[in-house]
């Protein structure tokens, strides 16, 4: 197989450190690889997504983008869009633009910035969300009981990703959640669902309200993942169901000794922005 001339940027999304957060590969080739390379490639880098995009926008100005994991391509997802996003204006741009907008498999995605380098804030206009009640029942015996009958009710959403998002009272419980992956792992691919959020409060975070999450998700095995933009989103929409809007900051990845901070601005009404910052790590070609 002839592996087209390519640039790889691989970042760290939501994260104030480099070696933290949620690496990202972004490939950049004058030709698109097809899907099977595409997918064959993020198989190859074995992180949770990779990206492909070409080096210039589309004529309409937005930037069409490809999101792989290492099994299946998706429509949208978090933290490839941020970290994307920050590729093309750090790496491919030499105005920097305080917006950009990219085309995802779920339709348009409009990324904003605060700042520049790695120290800029990137924001992210979340899709708009679908989701069903979660019959906790389900889970008996899956995962801890403390997620059972947590202050949030469980729900299933789905934003590209299909996730379960499921609460506990106290942050201990997420030290050890899973209780039998075989069984978790079955559920996932019986219901076709991506994988599963599950959150603790944990009171304030300076003055922004804080919960700590762990996201857990099928990817050929049950994988868990540093920092989810897609599921923070969900996550988001759910406070603003239950009564809670404004700022909010969601810490990931702490077990992973892959520590994540994952900001969120919640309006009455409307789309759910997710933020954060994005590092970068090296840069190279191929061939």
Not at 64 to 86: D, K, N, Q
Not at 118 to 142: H, I, R, T
Not at 244 to 254: E, F, I, K, P, W
């Amino acid at each position: 197989m002839a592996l087209p001339a390519f640039t790889l940027h691989v970042v760290d999304v939501f994260a104030d450190t480099p070696l933290a957060g949620n690496p990202l590969a972004v490939i950049i080739a004058d030709r698109l690889p097809d899907s099977e390379l595409r997918q064959a490639i993020a198989r190859e880098t074995n992180l949770s997504e990779t990206t492909f995009l070409g080096p210039c926008a589309d004529p309409d100005g937005a930037w069409s983008v490809r999101i792989h994991t290492p099994s299946e391509e998706l429509p949208f997802a978090g933290h490839p869009v941020l970290g994307t996003a920050w590729v093309i204006r750090e790496r491919l741009l030499d105005d920097r633009p305080r917006a950009l907008l990219l085309r995802t498999g779920k339709g348009p995605v409009a990324v904003g910035f605060e700042g520049d380098g790695a120290d800029a804030l990137v924001w992210l206009q979340a899709p708009e969300a679908e989701f069903e009640d979660l019959p906790v029942a389900e889970l008996e015996g899956l995962v801890d009981d403390a997620f059972l009958s947590g202050p949030l009710p469980g729900v299933v959403g789905h934003n590209g990703p299909t996730m379960m998002l499921v609460s506990a009272a106290d942050a201990a419980a997420l030290a050890d959640p899973l209780t039998d992956l075989n069984a978790l792992t079955a559920l996932l691919r019986r219901t076709g669902r991506s994988g599963i959020l599950m959150a603790a409060p944990l009171g304030s975070e300076g003055e922004q309200p804080g919960w700590e999450v762990r996201v857990f998700f099928l990817a050929g095995t049950l994988r868990e993942d540093p920092a989810t933009g897609s599921a923070a989103a969900l996550f988001g929409d759910v406070l603003r169901h239950n009564g809670q809007t404004g700022a909010c900051v969601l810490r990931q990845g702490l077990a992973m000794q892959r520590p994540s901070r994952l900001y969120l601005r919640i309006p009455d009404q409307g789309p759910i922005a997710v933020g954060g910052q994005v590092q970068p790590v090296w840069s190279g070609r191929n061939g």
